[in-house]
């Protein structure tokens, strides 16, 4: 549903108006080769945890101290493990309504640049977000008409996935430029944490 939300001009209520046993069906398979082992373990940890391996703990340590290493590296001789542990709990504190308004303040003052680049650079035919979206959502649309009226649902499904397949080079871009607006967001983020008082910086 994320990704049809993401790249249709739909509301959730009319998506679900229009939702079929056959889309979770095609769904399941490939939602579930997105779960990871981890995520696996913090579900299972809270009914039976003898049974779990844990694998998030020496694998955050080992982030940890990857990136301490590399904070060294790069000149930062006082950074020790302890700063990286400070650094990341903090970041679980959660953020209060005026973090929150600020850093959607910062993201659409961010966004708006990257908007008007795009207009700058509209004579080299880059395409925009908004204009990549519609596309998308038409061809979501009319893939979805073959399952809804041909009872042969392997020729349908056949030719949604050709067409999912054919699109993919625009799905990735628009996916890429969700990315980059999310990556504005965290840096906004690490931002504000890193001007709080008392909180530990790498710098």
């Known amino acids: 549903m994320a990704r049809v939300l993401n790249t249709l001009d739909k509301t959730i209520k009319t998506y679900w108006q229009s939702f079929d046993i056959m889309k979770p069906i095609n769904n399941i398979e490939s939602a579930w080769n997105e779960v990871s082992n981890n995520c696996l373990n913090g579900l299972w940890r809270e009914l039976f945890p003898s049974f779990v391996h844990n694998l998030e703990e020496g694998h955050q340590k080992k982030v940890i101290e990857n990136i301490s290493r590399l904070a060294q590296t790069v000149g930062f001789d006082d950074v020790t493990v302890e700063d990286g542990t400070q650094v990341l709990e903090s970041h679980n504190e959660p953020l209060s309504n005026k973090d929150l308004e600020e850093l959607v303040e910062e993201l659409d003052h961010q966004h708006s640049k990257e908007e008007e680049k795009e207009s700058e650079e509209e004579s080299l035919r880059v395409i925009k977000t908004a204009d990549l979206q519609h596309i998308l959502s038409n061809i979501e649309t009319l893939t979805d008409e073959p399952r809804d009226i041909d009872h042969d649902w392997d020729l349908s499904a056949k ?45």
Not at 164 to 190: Q, V
């Open 159 to 203: 030719v949604e996935g050709s067409v999912i397949a054919s699109i993919r080079p625009y799905t990735e871009f628009f996916n890429e430029k969700k990315r980059k607006r999310r990556k504005l967001m965290l840096d906004a983020f690490l931002k504000n944490e890193n001007l709080k008082p008392g909180t530990s910086s790498l710098e």
